[in-house]
């Protein structure tokens, strides 16, 4: 019992960005083309980024030529510039980082892969 109420709390703690990973983190650009429209379809790592291991995409802020789409992948997490679709900024995951354990356990991911 003592086990699953720590990974509970691990897994909360992970959830909520309170886990120290160990990396230096991603930097949020500074520079950006102060551009908007590009298509997504006509952004280049989306378009090869396979969907399984997709994770999370954020928009940037609607009228905010300043800001960013970020990509979480089972990777790593980037910023892709809004009106070039180029690369800002990449970090790989890090071998503590918990979203790529806790993914596959809150997903039918893990027990596809066990069988019925």
Known sequence: MRGKA???L???ASTFDLLLDGGAG???PTTVSGDTGTAITDMELLAT???AELRELAFPY??????VFTLKTDRGTGYLDQG???LLAWADLTAWDARR???PVHSSVSTARCGP
């Open 26 to 28: 991603l930097t949020i």
């Open 62 to 67: 609607p009228g905010d030529a300043t800001d």
């Open 10 to 12: 691990w897994m909360t």
């Open 49 to 51: 980024t396979p969907v």
């Open 6 to 8: 720590a990974f509970g």
């Open 101 to 103: 354990f806790r993914y």
């Open 84 to 86: 070039t679709g180029a």
